[in-house]
């Protein structure tokens, strides 16, 4: 990259997936594709779920992240330039949280012209039913209260995944658990393009979840930012402050010595994502089961462990909005380099389908 500025990529390290484990069944000559709609800016539920995998593992195979801003239209059409506005950001909080755009390519969907002939191909091969039946586009159905009126692309996104993941030939995904069921209907498509190629064109693919594949948001519920429940990676210290002591406990913990339920308490959930002493936090549940743990002391500690945690993401953040044209210019040759192979793909794939 003929880009010079300082970018402290290496001080990005120690703050990575606590708990990743060192051990990540991975080869060196795995793909790993994965994405996020540009939706708004990225939370820790995404850190959790997969960008600090991400972190984790880059530089040990091949590894693509892919902004799905076509993705992200299926169901926000009436949207268009917010979409086309968060595209920077997510690049922005990937570069935050510390990948490193030297080990890893940072794509854009929509420039890929290649993975919507791919999308195209593959809907042959997938009947409106089975799609009708992929648990998380039904339950993101009943979210949105699209009802009978569900776009055709949101219906089909499924598809479109598909082609993100083997337009790349995609062996890993990095993901949250709500996204094994796109990683199944990718495996049904592989499947039936090598039995018409007659061949292994495609290779199948695995999620790669990490130890905390959901986060709940400071609700209880799931995290998102329209919902305002989410801690974002560039977070100010005010705000961590205010949504960590908003947080739900247990609502029948009424004085420090009650004893508390651990299972559903977000603070909990959280301290175990990311507090490095594990440990400690067993220690903590113990105590709060038993009675004599307040939760402000729990809140103060997890204040702590997040401000740590993001105070290096922040930094970075505003390092890089500052920097714009170098972030641009990740994505432009990211987008390049992504253009280059899912070509070739497509070529093996019409090739399959007797297309010259
Ligand atoms: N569906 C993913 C999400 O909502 C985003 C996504 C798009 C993705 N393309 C992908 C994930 C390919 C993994 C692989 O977060």
């Known amino acids: 990259m003929s880009h010079h500025i300082a970018i402290p990529f290496a001080a990005t390290k120690p703050n990575v997936g606590q708990h990743e484990p060192a051990s990540i069944a991975l080869r060196p000559d795995d793909v790993i594709l994965t994405g996020d709609r540009p939706t708004g800016v990225l939370h820790l539920g995404h850190h959790a779920g997969s960008l600090g995998t991400r972190v984790a593992v880059q530089g040990r195979c091949s590894q693509t992240l892919l902004i799905a801003d076509l993705q992200a239209l299926t169901d926000s059409s009436g949207r268009a330039s917010q979409v086309a506005a968060h595209i920077e ?26 993975l919507a002939e791919l999308t195209v191909l ?5 009947t409106v039913a089975r799609l009708e039946r992929n648990p998380t586009v039904k339950a993101e159905i009943e979210a949105r209260g699209f009802e009978r009126d569900i776009p055709a692309g949101f219906l089909c996104y499924p598809v479109s995944q598909a082609a993100d993941i083997t337009g790349f030939r995609g062996t890993l995904v990095p993901v949250g658990d709500d996204q094994l069921p796109m990683i199944e209907q990718t ?39 329209s919902l305002g429940n989410a801690i974002p990676l560039g977070a100010s210290p005010e705000e961590i ?28 959930a959280y301290l175990r994502a990311f507090d490095p002493d594990t440990e400690a936090v067993a220690e903590l549940e113990r105590q709060y089961a038993h009675g004599g743990l307040g939760d402000v002391t729990l809140k103060r500690r997890l204040e702590d462990v997040l401000q740590q945690l993001i105070a290096p993401m922040r ?26 192979v899912t070509r070739d793909t497509l070529q093996r794939v019409r090739g399959a389908f007797a297309l010259r």
């Not at 593959?122 to 997938?126: E, R």
């Not at 205010?242 to 909990?268: C, I, K, Q, W």
């Not at 920097?323 to 992504?338: C, I």
Request: glycine share 4%; charged share 25%; proline share 6%.
């Open 89 to 114: 950001d997510v690049a922005l909080d990937y570069l935050a949280a510390g990948i490193d755009p030297s080990l890893t390519t940072i794509a854009v969907q929509s420039r890929l012209p290649a």
């Open 122 to 126: 593959y809907l042959n091969l997938v």
């Open 187 to 225: 495996n049904e498509i592989v499947r039936r393009v090598n039995r018409i190629a007659n061949a292994t064109i495609l290779p199948h693919c695995r999620a790669l979840l990490s130890s905390t594949p959901r986060l709940p948001g400071i609700d209880g519920r799931k995290a998102s930012k």
């Open 241 to 268: 402050h205010e949504l960590v002591h908003a947080m739900y406990t247990d609502p029948a913990h009424l004085r420090a010595s009650d004893p508390g339920r651990v299972e559903d308490n977000v603070v909990f």
């Open 315 to 340: 930094e970075r953040r505003a390092l890089f909005a500052r920097e714009l044209s170098f972030v641009r210019a990740v994505m432009r040759e990211g987008t390049e380099r992504a253009d280059a």
